[in-house]
């Protein structure tokens, strides 16, 4: 081979490097369109805008790595929907915060003279234990006697 050749090879590389990234920005101006399009499907049918959290790597930044083959595929992340559907159509959502005062006030409020551990409370009431322990440090008027698990809880209004 001489020089020619090699020059000549060159050049074929970067013609052939240009028309790579060219076609990596009009792939990637493809999957941007149909993200956008996903998003508003699901704008229409939640009434949400979902966004999507990596944001797309730039044509020019993976024009100038090299590309190597990969070995392994590594599968791609999915984003977690915090609300969980419960039959065909419905979600669950989250309990009012009034409507959770009130049932554990009241719970508290229908107990004997001697109160009610935080288990006692949260399996009358329906509200989860975690919640429960919070709720009973903030509302006013309940009182704590005692500590640890024999701890109980009166109203005192």
Known sequence: ???SDITLI???ITALEKQLSALHSQRLAVLE?????AQSRIQALTGTTRR???PAESPSARAATPT???TARVAPRVAR???VKVGAKKKRTRMPSDL???KIMNTIKEANSEGLSQKEISVRSGVNYQTTAKKLRELPGIVKKGSGKEARYTFKG
Do not use: A, L
């Not at 369109?33 to 399009?37: G, L």
């Open 81 to 83: 929907v915090k609300s």
């Open 52 to 54: 999507i959290s990596s």
């Open 68 to 70: 190597q083959p990969t």
């Open 100 to 102: 959770v005062n009130d």
């Open 10 to 12: 060159e050049k074929q």
């Open 1 to 3: 081979m001489n020089t």
């Open 33 to 37: 369109q149909q993200v956008r399009e």
